[in-house]
């Protein structure tokens, strides 16, 4: 079983930052794409950022420029850098891996709320 554990979330002002962290655990035996996906309030789960195991990133339009995705292959952790936050990008975070655990299987975390007061 692969466990995907995020963490880093929290109630931050407009204009601040965030780091978010994500580290899977369990029988892994490599991981392929990790990203980042959001849900906020009435709204259907999005897209935030990804990141291939060669380290190719994709950003939404929302937050190019202001966030940053990068992973340490060596923890099997991949984090999201968000800075000039807005009140827009309040939801639950979660994290995504595609793990090769004999076959490659999509993992979801249980997800971080994220905060931004105006």
């Known amino acids: 079983q692969v466990q995907l554990v995020e963490s880093g979330g929290g109630l931050v002002q407009a204009g601040g930052s965030l780091r978010l962290s994500c580290a899977a655990s369990?029988?892994?035996?490599?991981?392929?794409?990790m990203g980042w996906y959001r849900q906020a309030p009435g709204k259907q789960r999005e897209l935030v950022a990804t990141?291939?195991?060669?380290?190719?990133?994709r950003y939404a339009d929302s937050v190019k420029g202001r966030s940053t995705i990068s992973r340490d292959n060596a923890k099997n952790t991949v984090y999201l850098q968000m800075t000039s936050l807005k009140p827009e990008d309040t939801a639950v975070y979660y994290c995504?891996?595609?793990?090769?655990?004999?076959?490659?299987?999509?993992?979801w975390g249980q997800g971080t709320q994220v905060t931004v007061s105006s």
């Open positions: 995504n891996a595609f793990v090769a655990v004999g076959r490659v299987v999509d993992y």
């Open positions: 369990g029988n892994i035996i490599s991981i392929n794409a």
């Open positions: 990141i291939t195991s060669s380290g190719i990133t």
